[in-house]
């Protein structure tokens, strides 16, 4: 029984390009969550979606920062355009139900050059 | 405004002996409280969590934490250390359960001496 699987493990962007975050839940799972990770510091909330929906996307920056997760396939984070201050571990997670027990993927390690 | 304090940014202790994580949080009503786990290379694996009730709580891997109102603590304890709980371990608050709610602390980093 896979857990919430992440990838890549490390992207390696240059300013400028577009990074693309892929995150497949838990099997039976349809809450996904993204977390963002700077050095030294928690994890910030980032953005919550159900399948087809955007429920609560109030940690997501305004601008250059997208999130979805299709019916089909994996949940996908998308920066654009991305800027050596993007450079941190993003965290996905899942839950079987709104407000369950989260369970976590190992992240994706951005580095902006 | 819920915050979260970790005091500790790294902590080094035996193997064998005994470890206490502190945890302040700043909240006006009973928060919900979790503690997490991040070993290297891993996402967070939740260890224990407060609600309601027994302010003693029992978590996995032998971990416990108490919930002390009157201090605004949540204090994360261990009788006796492994090599294997070498890894950053994260406090949260949150006004309930929702996981975009919750705040996480800034994380103190464990590591055992042999």
């Known amino acids: 029984n896979a857990g919430v699987m992440q990838n890549p493990r490390h992207l390696v962007r240059r300013r400028g390009q577009e990074a693309r975050l892929r995150c497949s839940p838990m099997?039976?799972?349809?809450?996904v969550y993204w977390y963002r990770q700077l050095p030294e510091e928690g994890l910030k909330f980032m953005v919550y979606?159900?399948?087809?929906?955007?429920?609560?996307e109030s940690g997501m920056p305004k601008e250059r920062f997208s999130a979805e997760f299709p019916k089909e396939g994996p949940s996908i984070l998308r920066i654009q355009q991305v800027v050596r201050g993007d450079s941190a571990a993003y965290f996905c997670?899942?839950?079987?139900?709104?407000?369950?027990?989260?369970?976590f993927g190992s992240g994706t390690q951005l580095s902006v050059l | 405004a819920q915050s979260v304090t970790q005091p500790d940014i790294h902590i080094t202790v035996s193997e064998g002996a005994s470890l206490e994580l502190r945890c302040n949080y700043s909240?006006?009503?009973?928060?919900?409280l979790f503690w997490y786990v991040q070993s290297p290379g891993q996402g967070l694996q939740l260890l224990l969590k407060?609600?309601?009730?027994?302010?003693l709580v029992q978590g996995i891997k032998g971990f416990e934490a108490e919930f002390k109102r009157s201090q605004s603590s949540f204090n994360l304890r261990k009788p006796s250390v492994h090599w294997s709980d070498a890894a950053e371990y994260f406090c949260?608050?949150?006004?309930?359960?929702?996981?975009?709610?919750?705040?996480f602390g800034s994380g103190t980093r464990l590591s055992i001496r042999p």
């Open positions: 997670a899942s839950s079987l139900w709104e407000n369950e027990k989260l369970f």
């Open positions: 099997k039976g799972h349809s809450h």
């Open positions: 979606l159900q399948k087809e929906n955007i429920i609560d």
């Open positions: 909240y006006g009503a009973t928060p919900y």
């Open positions: 407060y609600f309601s009730g027994d302010t």
């Open positions: 949260a608050v949150g006004a309930d359960s929702s996981a975009s709610k919750i705040i």
